[in-house]
């Protein structure tokens, strides 16, 4: 039964009953109606962040429409969303520590938390019971219940001798097990298990990993965890699979050493793509996209991009890879094709592109140009521009897809 | 603003209008409300088929209930599903030409056709436009509108030089491109690309392929098409990433050569599992998986199990195989670990497996039990069953992650 159809069944039953709805109460009635949410599907959503105005804006991908704006989440400068099990609700971290929980179905803010200082983003368990954010101040990692934002436990990221605790980044769903990340501070990296008691996570500490990891990820098969190192050359790489192994370096060759560049923005770790057997990796101030081979952890080639890359993202089906890059090559956005290691394709979506995100089988990008207030949407078969969307000076954007996805 | 509150507003404003709802219309109301459809995400919901009475359930895997149970569909023997973009709709193919769209939000039937004499499944494009159906009798393939199941173009496999049509096999969306599928009859791989004109597809044709291709698959990447041979031994192989290539026999070893066995139940290639780079297959009428490096195209292992596979499907980490039997061993489900290659688990979960789905991420499986008429969910990490649905004579189980996959 749709909306619709149900109203005009309660008004047929107010008829029955001896009533009729006035002159006044009719118009009132439809206003309430189109004001009410809509009977709809969730797997077409996603949310853009409105930075600088602390709202974020409900969109549909299939129509490439906006549905709702939802303000009063604070800062949201570094803003990330996860999204719960059923694609209904989004997971909103921002910098200021707030944990937001918005409807996308209705267009409103569920509930709001402050659960930090400074926050750096988060994560949701497999099973969807438990929302985790990471850290910066006071340090740790906070977890809390998805449906009521409840807390359930904190994970205080002590190090050393002195009490210290560590800012946290990382934060990565390890299937089967909860959450893994990363100490910036203490150069470790910690597996916390809940599956025994929620309440009270079992902590695996792995030491000496390497010197400041600033951001990780875990691949698509949530088996290999891995750590960028900023104190250092090289990543840190933990197999879930076979943790009894430690970490290892890789990659040792890779990074700032060489004759290092002025960083003028951090990669993001977590827009490394995967990509027939392949990871793409964003070099730390160079102007190059690392290309490692997953099997042997050996890095197999260097493509070079136009500056120094930021997002490196795959298509989901793998075919090309998707780059955008600090200032001042920030207005443009490069496509590497998988097969040919080549750039095929140089684009220019609008002024400072900050984020991208694939529709959920890839057929189309949506583009994020904070400097033009605007969202563009492109199809990834033709790399021309589709659509476009008003926004307030957007940065992330997140499609429910990632509920169903690990390491998202 | 959720259900309660938006009548609670009609029910002010009517008020307001100097309108009272009477004793009749209140008990009215409220049962009126109770049949509405409740706003729900749709992530984290499914179909079970009931094949001998033509049903089939809506459920939802993160309460682990039944929803709704939708009749009208049909022969539903050998029925498949694929779900539109959104998520709100299954399309059910029966195998007796039926094409069903059922609401998940609502459990109704939206809409029914029947648009051939005997089909086996179907496939929905990479956009979520185009529903495409395979079909047995007539033959070829029909393509419709998702969203009004209104036809579109009609591909009529023909071949020969004397007009015969072939039964079609092995459906699948190719990203990009349109559909890919075998010709059973014709011993042929068509590719067949909407993407200048839905109406008119260009089909590029594969011809001697091998003998009898009897189901086929997309690998998870959308890049490798392979079609099993039932009247040879060995695969049909096409890199849509290089389809210049032509199309190639791989694992010519394979199949029902040597000392063949009777094949109580063909296995389903739509089940063929991709994990860290291998995938594993049912070898036709053999007590065996069989494991082949998707970078070779080599089989690098066989292993030994229980009975002739039908289902042999990755755990969505890929860190597990999980694979049900043909008669008379179809009461059991054995667990493989992709690390050791060994079998690990053998289960029991009821009577007559026809079919598994896992969870989104994975955490646990629903699994078919026909003859015990019930659905056993069972938790991934400790292998022991959560909980039980009754459901009449279960066979396949389908989740809606499927609308964000390739080649599901």
Known sequence: MDRRTFVNRISQRVALAGLTLGAVAAPQMAQALDNAPVLRGTGDLGIVIERAVGKVQVVNTSTRTSLATVSGLGDLSHASVVFSRDGRFAYVFGRDGGLSKVDLLTGTLNKRIVQAGNSIG???????????????????????????????????????????????????????????????????????????????????????????????????????YLAGLFGEDGLAMLDLWQPERGVQKVLAGYGRGEEPLPVFKMPHLRGWAMADGRLYLPAIGR??????????????????????????????????????????????????????????????????????????????????????????????????????????????????????????
């Not at 994560?123 to 006071?138: M, T």
């Not at 097969?339 to 592109?353: I, M, N």
């Not at 605007?374 to 926004?391: E, G, I, W, Y």
């Open 122 to 224: 988060g994560a949701i368990s497999q099973d969807g019971r438990f929302v985790a954010a990471q850290n910066y101040q006071p340090g740790g990692v906070r977890i809390f219940d998805a449906a009521t934002l409840e807390p359930v436990a904190t994970i205080a990221a002590s190090y050393g001798t002195t009490g210290q605790t560590s800012k946290v980044v990382g934060l990565a769903d390890a299937p089967g097990v909860g959450f893994v990340f990363a100490l910036f501070d203490a150069g470790e990296i910690w597996v916390a298990d809940l599956s025994a008691n929620p309440a009270q996570p079992r902590v695996t500490r792995y030491a000496n990993v390497g010197k400041q990891p600033y951001d990780g990820l875990i691949t698509p098969d949530g088996r290999y």
């Open 287 to 408: 102007h190059e996209v690392l290309v490692v081979d997953t099997r042997s952890w050996q890095e197999v080639a260097r493509i070079a991009v136009k500056g120094q890359p930021v997002f490196v993202m795959a298509r989901p089906d793998g075919r090309e890879i998707w780059v955008n890059f600090a200032h001042p090559d920030n207005s443009h956005v490069q496509v590497i094709d998988s097969l040919s290691q080549k750039v095929t394709h140089t684009l220019a979506p609008g002024k400072v592109v900050l984020h991208m995100e694939f529709t959920p089988r890839g057929e189309a990008v949506w583009i994020s140009c904070r400097d033009d207030n605007k969202v563009v949407v492109f199809d990834t078969r033709t790399h021309q521009p589709l659509s476009s969307l008003a926004a307030d000076a957007p940065s992330g954007i997140f499609f429910t897809t990632r509920a169903a996805r690990i390491g998202f």
